[in-house]
């Protein structure tokens, strides 16, 4: 079963960083394409940025410069290193999975079969 545990999220000033975390549990890591998501409250859930099993990357317009993902295959872990944090980035953020080595459209959740429960984080101004 496939299982995946967000952690990372708080509270921090605008210009601060914060790094998430998201853990996976019960398939073959590197064979999967994964996303981090965000969603505010009213609004739809987005894509942040993706990496696919060649770690190739994908951003953004509104993160570009400021967010980095990465995995750590050895540790079954993916990361989304966050500085120069904004209010506009306020959210619960999402880290997805899906078993495909493509994906046309990588920061549609549309693209994602498992997700996580979310971490939330705070940008105050």
């Known amino acids: 079963q496939v299982q995946l545990v967000e952690s990372g999220g708080g509270s921090v000033q605008a210009g601060g960083s914060l790094r998430l975390s998201c853990a996976v549990f019960?398939?073959?890591?590197?064979?999967?394409?994964m996303g981090w998501f965000r969603q505010a409250a009213g609004k739809e859930r987005e894509g942040v940025a993706a990496i696919d099993p060649y770690a190739i990357t994908t951003y953004a317009d509104s993160v570009k410069g400021r967010f980095t993902i990465s995995q750590d295959n050895a540790k079954n872990t993916l990361y989304l290193e966050m500085n120069d944090l904004k209010p506009d980035d306020t959210a619960m953020y999402y880290c997805?999975?899906?078993?495909?080595?493509?994906?046309?459209?990588?920061?549609?959740?549309?693209?994602?079969?498992?997700w996580g429960q979310g971490t939330q984080v705070t940008v105050s101004s």
């Open positions: 997805a999975a899906i078993q495909e080595r493509w994906l046309q459209r990588p920061l549609s959740f549309a693209e994602y079969a498992y």
């Open positions: 019960g398939y073959t890591y590197s064979a999967y394409n």
